[in-house]
């Protein structure tokens, strides 16, 4: 491989895009040239600081009274075409639906084991890491889905539950390595984004089943 | 914490009590919201400000813009309130939202830059500002400053495929450009972030 075809895959690259004969030839690569090694180590730092920009950023000035000043002429195209009762009810009961989804999905047996799924620092220690922080997000929402998905999964076939099963346990079993891997190098920013891009997976899958059990 | 029972029998998706009140405090925000209450979506308002200004300001690389964009991201929240169904935090909810406002108003400024530009050469917008560098030791390098000086097509592709993690796919559906489009657009973005990077 020259200098320049790795450059035209970098990307690929460091976005876990490549299939693994291209993979494997780039690692060689990689391995072997510090010019290149030196490209993808200033593209996942770029990219580590993107992964680290915070989630919020407070505008410099008061917005809702130019918002609420536009309400009345927004006039709402809605009007409550379901009753929600319970539905807060619901959402507050969404662990004990997680449990149901859980079993359901990973079978009598099949269930992950403790280590594949809990966060291996107790919260105390993880409220003041972002990481964890980013972490208990995708937990949430991987939850939320969860949840919705069991309210759906009479329309799904039992092949689609199995296959969402065996992708839940693969993904499990990838979050737990990486969490093994930053336990011994916690700074590591490629290994930061490849925990933050399988929990983003794990949320996609769900999503797919969740509008495939709507269609 | 608290977990959750599938915690208990080692399925584990740790769901905190503090996550329980939160979610049902917002439920019932958006209950009274959608029943037309304007205090309660003044606080819904107030509890996602931050996440949607964060994003819009990214995708638009100016503040005066981004604080329009966020105010219509709040309206046509207003709007469309009655579609959502609590089937995912409202966060959740606004953010694609949020996403579709900010394309927008990219599609119709390309639209009125189109109008008035009299050359095709674009190679003005490939030089990156000047060193951006954070007074903070936690950054030596100012990304959303960096990000600012992206030409528009390239900086919305990098936010939302390296920030916000949208696949190639998912972009150019929402923007309308093949997939190979999009992916040259972050390969230029990440092109030029680098360069700033080094200075």
Redesign the interface.
């Known amino acids: 491989m020259t200098c320049n075809e790795a450059r035209d895959r970098m990307d690929d690259y460091v976005d876990g895009a490549l299939d693994e004969a291209a993979f494997q030839e780039m690692e060689l690569h990689v391995a072997s040239c510090a010019e290149c090694r030196t490209e993808e180590r200033a593209l996942r730092a770029l990219l580590a600081y993107a992964a680290a920009l915070p989630a919020e950023r407070m505008p410099s000035r008061d917005l809702w009274p130019g918002i609420d000043a536009r309400l009345d002429e927004a006039r709402p195209a809605w009007r409550r075409p379901w009753a929600l009762a319970g539905w807060g009810a619901g959402l507050a009961a969404a662990a004990g639906v997680v449990l149901a989804l859980a079993a359901a999905l990973h079978g009598p047996g099949g269930r992950p084991s403790p280590s594949t799924e809990r966060s291996p620092t107790p919260a105390a220690q993880r409220s003041e890491d972002p990481v964890a922080g980013a972490e208990r997000e995708y937990a949430r929402a991987a939850a939320e889905l969860m949840a919705a998905l069991e309210q759906q999964r009479d329309r799904l076939p039992p092949e689609t539950l199995a296959s969402v099963a065996k992708d839940m346990r693969s993904i499990d079993a990838a979050l737990a390595d990486v969490r093994r891997a930053l336990a011994t190098d916690p700074a590591n920013p490629g290994l930061n984004h490849l925990l933050t891009s399988t929990h983003q997976r794990k949320v996609e899958v769900l999503q797919q089943v969740l509008k495939l059990s709507r269609t | ?1 608290t977990q ?4 208990a ?8 009590s503090v ?2 009140q939160r ?2 405090r917002e ?2 925000l958006v ?1 009274r919201a ?3 209450d ?1 205090v309660a ?2 606080q819904l ?2 509890d996602n ?3 949607v ?2 994003l819009c ?2 995708m638009a690389g100016a ?1 005066d813009l ?2 329009e964009l ?2 219509d991201v ?3 929240a ?6 959502f ?5 409202f966060s ?1 909810w606004l953010h694609p939202l949020t996403v579709n406002v900010a394309l927008s108003e990219r599609r119709a400024r390309r639209r009125r830059v189109a109008r008035v530009m009299t050359t095709d050469d674009l190679t003005e917008f490939e030089r990156p500002g000047p060193p951006t560098r954070s007074d903070g030791p936690e ?1 030596g ?1 100012d ?2 400053r960096a990000l600012a000086t992206l030409p528009p097509g390239a900086r919305a592709v ?1 936010v939302l495929h ?2 916000e ?1 949208y ?1 190639h796919a998912e972009i150019a559906e929402r923007t309308g450009v093949a997939t190979g489009t999009s ?1 040259a657009q ?2 230029r973005a ?1 092109r030029l ?2 360069e700033a ?2 200075r």
């Open positions: 914490m959750c029972p599938a915690a029998h080692g399925g584990a998706i740790p769901v905190t996550d329980e979610w049902s439920a019932e209950r959608q029943a037309g304007r979506f003044e308002y107030r400000v931050g996440r200004y964060a300001y990214r503040a981004a604080e966020a105010q709040f309206v046509r207003w709007q469309k309130l009655g579609s169904r609590g089937e995912s935090a959740s950054a390098f990304l959303e990098f390296d920030v993690g696949k992916k972050l390969h990440r972030l680098r990077l080094k």
